[in-house]
Structure formats: C-alpha cells, structure tokens
C-alpha cells in the first residue's frame, strides 16, 4: 500500500552525479515497528534512493527494546520511523522518552507511525519530546514517506551542523585559553596542532607548524623553519622547511606561505596565521573534504590562533632576547646559570661544568679593535658548538664561555688541542691561549654553587703561571676568601701609603762597578713579616691594582735616582718591573716620559723589565708601546728570560737591550744540572749583540761561570740585599773602587 508512482524524481535529483567516491556517507535510518512487513515495504520503497547528497541505510529494530539498544551503540542516526505500538500499547512513545531523557539523542528526528488514528500520543508528547512528524501509516504514502524523509534529514543536518558550531567555538574558546598559556612556541603550536584535529575530526597524524625567519631569527630571514610536528613528520622539528622530506607538503606550505592565504585541499588543511610581522602555517592531513560549516570554523580558529601566536611568539622573543648573548647567538650567563641549576638537580653521572677564558682578549681588542675582537669571539663560538654539540655552551662574559656537559667531551687536553689551532677574525689569524676551571657535578649543588665553584677554579689556573686548567677542589673556597681578604688589605695599605720600594744593586762583571739598581716593591705585613712580592703582585695585577701600583713604583724609582744623581752616586740605570695591565694603557709610554721628565731624567737612566710571557701573549700591543719607549731612549730588557717560550726568530724583532738570565738557571751552575741554560742564553744574547744580568747570584762559582761564558752582569745576595732608599746612598758611597767587590 505504500507504493504508488509519485516517488521518481526526487531520486535523480537528489543524487549529484560528480560526487567523489570517497564521500562514501550515508544517513542512517533506524525502522522501529513489530510488523516484518513494515521492514520490507519501507526497505523496497527507499532502496537506492540517495536523499540530501548521501546514499541511505536501513537498520531494523522489532521492538522498542531492541530500538533503544541499537540506540545505545549506533552513533548519528538521523531519522527514526517509530511505530506506537509494540510489545505494549506505548512502547513507542516510552522509547522516545527513552532516547531523548536517558540517552539525550537530542538530534535524532523522529517520525512517528501508527496503524490507526486512535492511537495517537497527546499533543504533549509530541511537543515535550520534539518530534518531527506524526503519520498514520495510511497517510505515508511513497511520496509522503520520502518528502517526509526529507524534512528531517534536513533538520537533522542542521542541527547538527548547529551543534557542530557550537562545540567548534567552544573547543576555539577554551582552546584560546590553553594558548596563551604556552610558554614556548613550540608548545603552542602542539597545542594548536591538538586543537584543530579536535575541532575538524582529524586523524591527528603528521602534523607541523612552519615560521618564516626560524626560531632565532634574523629579522630579514626568509627561511621557513618547522617550529614544531607530531605525528609521523615530528622528526623534522626545528629544521628548515626544504629539508622536509615530502616535498608536496613543502610545496603547500611555500605557496600558503607566499599567497599568504589558507589552503584547503583533499589531504590537507594549512591555515596562515599572521599576526603583525610574523608569518606561521599550521599544516594538518586530512582525509575529508571540509564542509563549509568546518571551514568556516577553521577560519575563525586561524584567526584566534594568529593573536595567540603572535603572543606567545612575542614572549618567546623577550625570553630569547633575556636569555641569549646577541653577539654570538648562544645562551648567555643567565640562561647558563638555570641550566646548570637543572643540572645540579638531574645529576646526570659524569657531567662537569668548564669556564673557558680567552687570556688577555682585552689586550686584543684594544689592539686591533672591538670588530676584530667580536669576530674572534664568534669563531671561539662556532668552534665550541661544531666540537662539543652534545654540551650546553654559553657566552658568559666578555671573554668567557661556559660548557657544561660530558666529563670526556670537555677533558682539559682535548679543549686545549681544540683551541690550539689559530682563529680566523677578519683577515687575521689570532692564536689565542685559554684557562679552563672546572667543576664536577656530584647532585644536589645549586647552579650558582657549580658557577662559584667553577669560576674559583679557573680564577686559581689563571694566577698560577704555566698552569691552564685546575678542577675545583674543596679548599678553594677558602683560598679565594684568603685572596680578596689580601687584596683588600693590599688596597688599603697601599693608600694608606705603608708600601715601599726596595733596591738591588746590579754589579759588572767585568770591572766591579755599581752598573744599575733594580727596584722591587715591598709590603710590610705584621712584625717582621714582610708580604711576597711574588704572591701580591700577582693578585694586585688581578685586581687591576698593579697599574696604580707600579705607577707609584716608578716614580719612587725616579725619586730614588734623582737623589743618587744628586749625590754624586748614581750608577747608569734603574731597572723598574712592568706588568701587562701597565702595558694595557694606551698612554703608557706618555706617562713613562711624563714621571721621567718631572725627575730631570733621561731616557736611558730608565730601564723597565718586562716578561717573557708578556711579550708572548699580546704582540700587537706591547709592540707598539715598546718601538714608542725604545725609539725615546729607554732601555728594555726581558726578564725571568728561558722560563717562557719565546722564538728566536720573535726575539729578533723585539726592541731590546738585555736578557735576564732566570735564578733557576744560574742556581744550576754549581747544583750539578750544568750550566748549558746559561750558556745558551748568553751567547744568545752575544748573537742579538744585547746585554746579559744573571739574577740571584749567590755563590763565588757562579760569579767566576757566568764570567767564563761571558755574562754583562749580576744581581744577588752575594754582593747586597734589595735595600732601602735610606740605606741605598750609603752603601753606594761606600762600595769602593770597581772591581773590590770582585774576587
Ligand atoms: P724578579 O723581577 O725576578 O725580581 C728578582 C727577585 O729575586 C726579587 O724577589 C729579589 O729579591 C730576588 N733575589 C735577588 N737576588 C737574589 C738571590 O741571590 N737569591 C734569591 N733567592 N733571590 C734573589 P722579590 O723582591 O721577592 O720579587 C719577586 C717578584 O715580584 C719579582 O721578580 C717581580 O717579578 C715581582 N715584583 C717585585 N716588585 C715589583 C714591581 O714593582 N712591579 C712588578 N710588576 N713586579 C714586581
Ligand atoms: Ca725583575
Ligand atoms: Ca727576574
């Protein structure tokens, strides 16, 4: 009785020829009625039928029993054809109750059947349960049964395209939250990726978020980086795009990227997020066609994610900004010293931190300019990060870099070969020599704690001469409370004018005579004790304390000298020390001529005594101060010389008129080693036509040797004590005719 002719043509105009064949969707249909031959008529009547763009499937229930079970499991059921009565005269209308109160199906349309008029529901029910359509089954006819299919396949759609709507800008809204939470971009863009699969049903498969200009950006870059991928493509996090290794999605991207517009294909959705100058693309795979309804939602979800990206790109920026040294593109000290505060949590067995300090950068700089320096720091930099790439590295400091990371990686020996091999900055070769602290980590230690440790330790390599790295040991601690406590205590007696300056006659060896003085500067500690020199000059060059120091050094000298001179006993020369930190000054040499001048000295009644590590060290700069003092007549000798390294052929471009000899050398003369050190040097010093002193002369074999080989002078106990001003006149006025103090 269904049957009649009038159905047709609803069929050729509701099913769309072009339809892809992968838009295989169907509207489910659940038929409810106890009688079998309903099932069948309905089945025969709609078969091949496509309503609304999809193609129909039929699922039977026989009872309301059944029904609200196959409810219970069958997600998106469009339309219900319910009979009234069943296994009891309501069971149709207690399975509606069923469906919309206790499973809330509230977007299933329903269509009711009933055999007779009768059996009609109250008007309530079918207001209070939102049902579509109330039909005797006399009434549907074929025609009527599919227009009336029709109307609620519609609803349904809606509906759920409504509800579509709603749960899509929920997700955006409460997505938009988690956004702004993300701390890196990396983050974010994880979290987007998760959101838009969620929001357009998405396998969540190969997933990433490309940026123009990368991670560290250079502003003007036009590289696309992958920020971040999940999925099957995660492992191309952080490269550059063109090393993806799918070229069809680069492509996508590119093109998105360039047309700056969203690209919705069958495989994939890419949505360009730009928010003020930063560009991204969030690419997903699909496996569907959007519909409009889920395009219009990625469009206002790429909208949202623009600001949140814009934002969080901007945080990320600032933190990149507080947490990186601009020059070098590493970490900085800040950002170093958290790192190693995670270290010292994790504990990782065998991690050590190591502070690298390029010796005398300054002096580099200063020489050859800041440009030249900043290029040599980045070729330090680059080095670093190519040989130790699995350590954390930073630029710390001016001339510091810290690494922390696998005790074998940053092994002393292998950081010094590495360092070893010259430098490129600009066109010169710079060679420069490092101190290395260390530290272990052992677990527990605060990052300030391993920094402080680490920092002791390579305080301790730098003042120890010859030695490059030292590993923190307990007692360090202590020793630098002990130095800043000397320091200190130096600064303030040096002010408080307690220092004095000594003098060691200096004798020729061939007549006897009183040929120079060397002045050496004294500290008088408690009682008798008396500072060494040795120990405090070295910390005041530390503390920068030396340059006040020696200038205070020289012009006592030249006061000294000036009441030799006036006296009627002054020998040829005065013979100051000079450290690097003097050296540094760029008006050294002025200020020399100036303390000379004032004194009515001459240039050559001054001597400075520089050593050889010095020369080694900075060329440039030394150079250039020693051709000023030189070409003005002062007189240059090297001191503590064959301790050091310096090359022959270095030497020869050197502007000097004396060597040193070393006490250790002279002190081997008669302890059995030899005197081949000695000899050497001599005829060294013969060879570059320049003076010898042989210092710490204490014994007459050494005098009669060094006379042998054929050494200028000597300097030592045996012939005076460094002295006094006060006591300097006396003993040259009473040192008698040349040659008397000569055996
Ligand atoms: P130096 O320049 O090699 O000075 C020579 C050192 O040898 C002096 O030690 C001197 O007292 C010591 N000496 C001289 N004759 C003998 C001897 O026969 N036997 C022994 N065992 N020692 C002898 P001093 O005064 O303790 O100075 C140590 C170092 O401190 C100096 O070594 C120098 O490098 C530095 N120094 C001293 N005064 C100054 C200064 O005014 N400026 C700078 N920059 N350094 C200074
Ligand atoms: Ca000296
Ligand atoms: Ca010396």
Redesign the pocket.
Known sequence: MLLDDEIIDFVTDEAPPAEPPENDEVWKLLIVDDDEEVHEATLFALQGIRLCGRRLQLIHAHSAAEAAAIMGHEAEIAVLLLDVVMESPDAGLRLIKRIRQDLQRTEVRIVLRTGQPGQAPELEVIRDYDINDYKTKAELTHTRLITTLIAAIRSYEQLQALNDNQRGLEIIVSGAADLMQAATLGAFAKQALAQITTLLRLPGDGLLCAEKGGPLAAAASEEVYIVAATGNLATYSGRRLDQLGEPEIAATLKECINRQRHSFGHHHIALYLRERNQEAILFVRSNKVLTTVERQLAEVFAANVATCFGNVRLVERLNFIAYHDPLTGLANRARFLSDLGTAGVLAKPGQVVCLLDVIHFTDINNALGQEVGDRLLIAIARRLSYACRDCRLAHIGADRFGLLGDEAQLAPERMLALMAEPFAAGEHQLQVDVNLGYCRITGGEAGGTLFKHADMALTQARLSPNVRHIHFAPDMEAQTHWRLDVIRRLRHDFQAGQLE??Y?PQVSLADGSLVGL?????WPGDGAFVH???VF?KLA?DAGL?VD??AW?LERSCDTYRSLLDAGHAPHHIA????MP?FRQPDFPARVMATLAAHGMLATALEL?I?ESLLLDEPAVVLLNLETLRQAGVLISI??FGTGYSSLSYLRQLPIDCL?I??SFVVEIDNGKGDLFAQTIVELAQKLGIETVA????TQAQVDRLRELGCDTV????YA??MPAGELAQWCAGRGVPGSMLN
């Open positions: 300056v000594w060691q060397e002045a050496l500067a004294r060494p020199p040795a000059i060059e030396i120091i020696g050094v100051v020390n000079v450290s003097q005594e050593t001191d503590d040193k070393d006490r210092e710490g002369v204490e300097q030592g106990f045996l004590y460094p």
